[in-house]
């Protein structure tokens, strides 16, 4: 079974920078990886992604200050978030599709995985900005 294993993630203050991991499992390869967040009363939200081409998407909100890139050989890619936000606070979510993109339509008012078609999930990491 793939998993997607993710790392980083924690407590920073406003301003600081955190760097997120994801790496699949068993050498498997994905067109899409990326990252979703959810935040407790938010809708889930499609922050950043990278194609096998590497081609990105990044949501207006984080476009300027999140990077994310990709280790093909490693099937890893990385987030590294800067100039963080106390509204940068949730619970990220590393998401991958094989034969498709990753979509930044989410059903409001569902969990990541309920409102989105299935993707493979990781199983989410805390980020927390305090102001």
């Known amino acids: 079974e793939v998993q997607l294993v993710e790392s980083g993630g924690g407590s920073v203050e406003a301003g600081g920078t955190l760097t997120l991991s994801c790496t699949a499992s068993d050498g498997f390869t994905f067109d899409d990886m990326g990252w979703y967040r959810q935040a407790p009363g938010h809708d889930c939200e499609l922050v950043a992604s990278?194609?096998?081409?590497?081609?990105?998407y990044y949501s207006r909100k984080v476009r300027g200050r999140f990077t994310i890139s990709q280790v093909r050989g490693e099937n890893t890619v990385h987030l590294q978030m800067s100039r963080l936000k106390p509204e940068d606070t949730a619970v990220y979510y590393c998401?991958?599709?094989?034969?498709?993109?990753?979509?930044?339509?989410?059903?409001?008012?569902?969990?990541?995985?309920?409102?989105?078609?299935?993707?493979?999930w990781g199983q989410g990491t805390q980020v927390t900005v305090s102001s």
């Open positions: 990278v194609d096998e081409d590497g081609g990105t």
């Open positions: 998401a991958a599709e094989r034969g498709a993109r990753l979509s930044s339509t989410v059903t409001s008012g569902m969990t990541c995985m309920d409102g989105t078609v299935d993707y493979y």
